[in-house]
DNA sequence: CATCCTTCCATAACGGCGTTATGGTCACCG
DNA sequence: CGGTGACCATAACGCCGTTATGGAAGGATG
């Protein structure tokens, strides 16, 4: 049933579905070795311990999410593909939400912090985006500046918007999207364009 | 030393100071009973477990951040005050970003999951900016429209800045409150002005 | 071929965790 | 004055992360 080599990825793997599956409050080092088919030592010498697995699948998610704002693909119009860069990015979130919580750290689990390692890989993803800013401004489409500044604000706004909406925060309002995403970015895109 | 009323209380004040000082891989049954001096079995007289208690902390964050903010106080104009609160919200989360992230942060600790309760004094807290953007409206500054889509982009994007100051995002970037937050802020309060 | 050394994982133990069961104490109410 | 409920101390159960120890496999070295 389950291939044998590379017990590594197949604890990151493994971790990704319970994350997705049951949420942060089942993952544990005896878990997933149960899951894998090995002993928790296999966490250790791989990961060094519970939060290094923990910032591998970090590391995997934002690499996921990179994959996933890529699959958007290019049209001739750089802005129509911002907006399907950001529902791209959105619909990743929204598709397993506990991964996103935890890459974004804020989630707290255990005393998990930030590494270079990590930083890097979410960079990647993030370089997507101030491409595609650069791109809609020698199009003409925004106005020519720096574009990390203007992807920055981008992103932040939409992560906002991505971390309210899985933490129910807009219950109280009625399509949220139409009244709060999509004129917020209408807003910024104006503004800089 | 310590007042002896009121047990509940002071569970949720050493569950904060605990939160605040060594983070929430230090939150436990045991260690709040013993910080207060009593029991774990009183963490469930109280609050009927762990989650409970955290539930308890969240909505006492809230309280402390809707004071915060309200603590900016008035001016006679609208487009200051709007800024002042922004400030004063972004000061209170990075003075305690463990409770500020646990807070928001639906996902990881336990399998805490935000209920009426909590979301209600979180409103509140909201309405506070809902009446800034309204009175900004009244008085000209802004253009005239529903406030609470108004009030809740602007609280997205500076939630969204909030969490990614927080989780260390903006590491590669010089000054990202003068790139991001304020341009940010200044090209939402533009488009809607 | 024999040896060593390194990598990798199985076993078992330690302390700490959330939670539960049980019982005791004290206030209040009939 | 008996009872009834709220509140908490004690102790146990089954998890957890982590560590110590040792064994098995494989490549390098003599």
Not at 59 to 74: H, M, S, T
Request: proline residues 5%.
């Amino acid at each position: 049933m389950s291939a044998e080599p590379d017990v590594r990825q197949r604890l990151i793997e493994a971790a990704a579905d319970v994350l997705g599956e049951e949420g942060p409050g089942a993952l544990s080092a005896r878990r997933l070795a149960r899951d894998v088919g090995t002993s928790t030592m296999a966490v250790y010498t791989h990961f060094g311990g519970m939060p290094g697995l923990v910032r591998a699948v970090v590391a995997e998610g934002f690499r996921r999410l990179y994959d996933r704002v890529a699959a958007a693909g290019l049209t001739d119009d750089p802005v129509v593909d911002l907006a399907a860069a950001a529902a791209a990015y959105r619909a990743h979130a929204l598709a397993d939400p506990h991964l996103y919580s935890v890459m974004f750290g804020s989630a707290s689990l255990g005393e998990y912090r930030l590494h270079d390692e990590e930083l890097e890989v979410g960079l990647a993803a993030f370089d997507q985006l101030v491409a595609l800013v650069e791109r809609a401004m020698v199009a003409g489409a925004l106005r020519q500046a720096d574009p990390a500044p203007v992807a920055a604000q981008l992103w932040t706004a939409l992560h906002g918007y991505v971390v309210l909406e899985i933490a129910d925060f807009y219950r109280h309002l009625d399509d949220p999207e139409s009244q709060v995403l999509q004129p917020m970015l209408a807003h910024l895109l104006a503004s800089v364009g």
